[in-house]
């Protein structure tokens, strides 16, 4: 049977302590009511007593309720029986049932719930949601998240309500980060680095080509404009805002596991056991030759067992070869990208026009980032489709299972689409090239290099324009698809159009919804996928681009209401789903703030310029400033000792040239090879990662002391509602006969 919790008769409790406390803050009140939904058209529920529904105990249950089955409990108890209902009287076929399968016969066109009205329907709770929930000029207000909930369900009212604290919990980061990109934008005219690159004593030294035979000597100057916009994002602000991003994370999970476990709690799926679900019906239907049966411990019913050395084995090693294969383009297309770069490098050396010479490394990063955007976009479109057809060969028995299986398998390639060439380009890119005596060469070729003060900036434009770029493109995708969707819809309809205008008006509300798009049981799974990506860009690569939880901020104040139209302008109306949480994609986001710890560590250390101007201005400058701190970075190198040759058609070679990096000069014993310093920054280097994530780790687990998943309110709360459920029971049960039990209840009220 399908567990439905129900709404027992009223309690009449006394006013808690707590309920005492808010009334006094009327000023509170007043301003709540700024934000809050409009009170008139959805009232504020009040807070009933249920428990689960057992037909021996009917008269437990409140049955003059309106609300006794709400109109999403109604959907989900139809789909139930429909999924399961026998269309055949053969005995022998034990899996002639559901309607999915009469409609993959052509018995029937499609199954699903319908709406309340259209759009204009007066009294409808679709006109009040898409008025007051699905409207941009309300974007500042609260969403309605119990009328949600009754309209459509827990499963898809718990994603608007994460949605939504996410977007508030954005507020302080993006703050914070404005005001870290203001205090780089204020102190970039005072950067002592950028004005020697630029215009000051460095400005014409000879550095080494920057590739093979075709690259010639070119001059500092030309990596001015890196070296001037790369203050905006590596300045000391960033050291305090990612360590201030990481505890952000972990607070906002925190908070989250409070506010979800009020929110369960009044929704009634707070205990709630998925192990308590039946089989998918899919999951049955890919079993109907398995002979062998098997009692489920915890419903007691009859399911069939599937072979495992002989299906699930085979299956899963299949999805999982399969999506290796995926990861290992995503890798391909990234190394295309690689020599995309390499060859604009040769490209735009052969050119003599001095403007293209002096924006070459911007050019070259912005280009390379617009085409590594567009092979993320496409590879989403066709590995989605892959994955749910590796996932639905898998045999997953209940649709939590194949939901948890379905997010971690397309999470893992999407982790490897987003953020495999920002990984590259923060720990990777320059690191590992050798000297230019030595080269260190890939498949032959030689590997790319940062400019002259690391390749901070090209983190910041790599991540700015996938970031960025991500969220307009998938905006625009996630609501004009569906109408393509519609038009489809549209052309089975074509003979049930009618010329009379006026026949549209009345015809069935069946036929009218045929028309929108259907949701499916995946249809939030997109959703909390480009949220998820997001989530990762803000904590994991934060310090490379501060402002990025204020756009993540602006684009998911769009999102809550762009989404709400969508659903209920473009889509059926879905059947309605009980969920305990958003489940894996909390343990998802848990293991991205891990990651974020990490990776914000190391691109400060080791990526950004902050270590080597600590080490120099303490250690090795003569006045404690950062002059001179050019010169410190570069180190000389004889043209003569070149691997690969010098520039082909260049016969005068300068005496010396200079390139990144802390070598001894060509006149010192054992030439090329580090120096003091480098051993010495590298040194600070590990001790900063070290002492990061242990003063970060340490923040962390006092925070999570501090904010306990479940509030003591809460508790209380469950404890005294547990209490009174109990007592009313064993009270109501001592008389023996039903009109005993009724004659009691009314004569105790309070019971």
Known sequence: MLEQELTLHEIPEPPSFYKAYILKLSIAQRLQELVYPNPDIFPNEKNKFTAPYSRDKDYLFDHEDVN?????????????????????????????????????????????????????????????????????????????LDAIREYYGVKIGLYFAWLGFFTIMLIPPSIVGLITFFYGLDTRTNDIPADDICNGEMANTTMCPICDKFCDFWPLKDACDMTSYKRLFDN???????????????????????????????????????EDEHPRPEYLAELDQVKEKRVNFVTQTSEPKPPFWKMKVPRFVMSWTILGVLVVIAFIAVLGIILYRMSMIVALSTLNYQTIKGYWSLLISFTGAGINLIFILMFNLVYNKIAIWLTDKELHRTQTDYDNALTLKIYLFQFVNFYISIFYIAFFKGKFIGTPND?????????????????FMEL???????????????????????????????????????????????????????????WGHNGLFNE??????????????????????????????????????????????????????????????????KIAVVTNAFIIAVTSEFIPKLVYTNVYSPDGTLHGYVNFTLSYFDPADMDGGNPSGNTTLPQYCRYPGYNKAPWEDDKYTQNEAFWHIWCIRLLFVVGFQTIVSVCLMIVRYCIPNVSAKLTDQIRREAYITKELIIRTEKPSTYKEKAKMYASNPNF
């Open 68 to 144: 006794f089955f709400s109109t999403s409990k109604r959907t989900r108890i139809v789909e139930f029986l429909l999924k399961r209902k026998r269309f055949s009287d053969d005995p022998e076929d034990d899996f002639a049932f559901g309607i999915n399968k009469l409609i993959r016969q052509g018995v029937y066109s499609d199954a699903y719930p319908l709406h309340d009205g259209g759009i204009g329907t007066e009294g409808s709770r679709r006109k009040n949601l898409y008025y007051e929930w699905g409207s941009f000029g309300k974007w500042w207000k609260f969403q309605p």
């Open 236 to 274: 000391g602000s960033t050291v305090f805002f990612s360590m201030f991003m990481s505890l952000w994370a972990v607070v906002f999970l925190e908070l989250w596991n409070r506010f979800s476990a009020e929110l369960t709690h009044r929704w009634d799926v707070f205990g709630y056991d998925p």
């Open 439 to 455: 080269r260190t060469r890939l498949f032959g070729y030689r590997q790319e290099e940062c400019s002259p003060g690391g390749c």
């Open 460 to 518: 910041s434009i790599q991540m700015a324009m996938i970031f960025v770029g991500k969220q307009f493109f998938l905006q625009i995708m996630e609501y004009y698809m569906p109408l393509v969707w519609k038009l489809f819809n549209l052309m089975k309809l074509k003979e049930w159009k009618t010329e009379d205008s006026s026949m549209e008006e009345i015809e069935p509300q069946y036929v009218r919804d045929f028309r929108l798009v259907q």
């Open 528 to 593: 909390y996928l480009e949220i998820v990506i997001q989530f990762g860009f803000i904590t994991i690569f934060v310090c490379a681009f501060p402002l990025a939880p204020l756009f993540a901020l602006m684009n998911n104040i769009l999102e809550v209401r762009l989404d709400a139209k969508k659903l209920l302008v473009q889509h059926r109306r879905p059947s309605a789903q009980k969920v305990k949480s958003i489940g894996i994609w909390f343990d998802i986001m848990n293991t991205l703030t």
